[in-house]
């Protein structure tokens, strides 16, 4: 029941980051005591900043008010699997867990298309906890890429929408 309570939060970042019109990611990190360390969305349209995902933003938010860089003891929750970029700073980070709620087929680096937090030959390895409310976060990423696929048809568009 925690881990829901806390894809929820991820979730609104989400819905936020479709109303900036980026691609509706969103995420919290918590620390070991359940305490909210920094909350991240999806930020790449706004900042035009190809780094700026939702997991990264976490990080950075919560290393800025802790004054360091290593989470240890620390959950990410988010609402899609991470990708290589953002699974490799999950690694550095040293976080001990991560919860996401729905696979990515084009880019899942902890499950789906890689495992980067259960390789053995990296420094660091941390738990992974799959399919918390994917129904709800796969809906939101459903939603808003049929939404803009009409959106690109409407405007006469002659490029195709892809994912994130």
């Known amino acids: 029941m925690v881990d829901q309570s806390w894809m929820l939060v991820a979730i609104n970042e989400a819905k ?15 620390d070991a005591s359940g305490k909210q360390l920094g909350t991240g969305r999806n930020r ?6 190809p780094t ?18 290593r ?12 990708c290589p ?21 084009k880019a899942g680096a ?10 053995l030959r990296l420094n660091h390895r941390f738990t992974t906890t799959g399919g918390v409310l994917a129904d709800e976060c796969q809906a939101l990423l459903r939603d808003f890429f ?4 009409h959106r690109n048809r409407s405007a006469g568009s002659p490029h195709d929408v892809q994912g994130s």
């Open 71 to 82: 989470l240890a003891g620390a959950t990410l929750y988010v609402t899609l699997e991470p």
């Open 44 to 49: 790449r349209e706004v900042d035009q900043d």
């Open 52 to 69: 700026a995902h939702a997991e990264l933003e976490a990080l950075r938010a919560a290393t800025r008010a802790l004054g360091h860089w």
């Open 16 to 30: 936020s980051a479709a109303q900036s019109g980026d691609v509706p990611v969103g995420a919290v990190l918590v």
């Open 146 to 149: 049929a939404q803009l696929r």
């Open 85 to 105: 970029m953002c699974a490799g700073a999950l690694v550095n980070a040293r976080i001990a867990r991560l919860v996401y709620g729905c696979t990515d087929p």
């Open 110 to 119: 902890v499950d789906t298309l890689f495992a980067i937090g259960r390789d």
